[in-house]
T-cell receptor, first 115, second 111 residues
Framework: AQSVTQPDIHITVSEGASLELRCNYS??????LFWYVQSPGQGLQLLLK??????LVQGIKGFEAEFKRSQSSFNLRKPSVHWSDAAEYFC?????????????FGQGTRLTINP | DAGITQSPRHKVTETGTPVTLRCHQT?????MYWYRQDPGHGLRLIHY???????DKGEVSDGYSVSRSKTEDFLLTLESATSSQTSVYFC??????????FGPGTRLTVT
């Protein structure tokens, strides 16, 4: 079955520092991959997506992610974080075994920014 | 942003009462979903719809029912609310590319 693992439940970084959030997936073929962000009290917002082609994808808010098939990973990066990036981040992969365009989400990584 | 609204945004209800949450979309997307979000459990799929009157169960469907009589509306009903159904509920929509777009959520408290 498809699954997504986000190994880090909580990460703290200083404002201006670089960021990498990890995501590992289990999937039978080349997957579609997604990162979502959830600010406190808000719904989830799509940050970026990978469907095919260039393995480095750019998203909104200055984020990027790199698909590495050999490592089954899709890590999210940002070169310099801002206080407004404090949020929870979710990685997701299609649950294609059951159709209906369903996604499987990781447990999330909560990002705290130190001033 | 995708046009998705949820109502109500907040609700407090008593154990044993019925509750209906509404999700409304203006995007004409085929697929609609109801999730619940709880600390330590991430997002869990309750029910989903793949067209008008076409619905199916997700991983945590016990105690919930859904209906979709129009493309734009997807209703989630708790027939007899329990304290374990205290949660934040999110609706999402999708077209044919697996991208899901989420509503703002409904915070439900069952006392």
């Amino acid at each position: 079955a498809q699954s997504v693992t986000q190994p880090d439940i909580h990460i703290t970084v200083s404002e201006g520092a670089s960021l990498e959030l990890r995501c590992n997936y289990s999937y039978g073929a080349t997957p579609y991959l997604f990162w979502y962000v959830q600010s406190p009290g808000q719904g989830l917002q799509l940050l970026l997506k990978y469907f095919s082609g260039d393995t480095l994808v750019q998203g909104i808010k200055g984020f990027e992610a790199e698909f590495k098939r050999s490592q089954s990973s899709f890590n999210l990066r940002k070169p310099s974080v801002h206080w407004s990036d404090a949020a929870e981040y979710f990685c997701a992969v299609p649950n294609s075994a059951q159709g209906a365009q369903k996604l499987v989400f990781g447990q999330g990584t909560r990002l705290t920014i130190n001033p | 942003d995708a046009g998705i609204t949820q109502s109500p945004r907040h609700k407090v209800t008593e154990t044993g009462t019925p509750v209906t949450l509404r999700c409304h979309q203006t995007e004409n997307h085929r697929y609609m979903y109801w999730y619940r979000q709880d600390p330590g459990h991430g997002l869990r799929l309750i029910h989903y719809s793949y067209g008008v009157k076409d619905t199916d169960k997700g991983e945590v469907s016990d105690g919930y029912s859904v209906s979709r009589s129009k493309t734009e509306d997807f209703l989630l009903t708790l027939e007899s609310a329990t304290s374990s159904q205290t949660s934040v509920y999110f609706c999402a929509i999708s077209s044919a590319t697996y991208e899901q777009y989420f509503g703002p959520g409904t915070r439900l408290t069952v006392t």
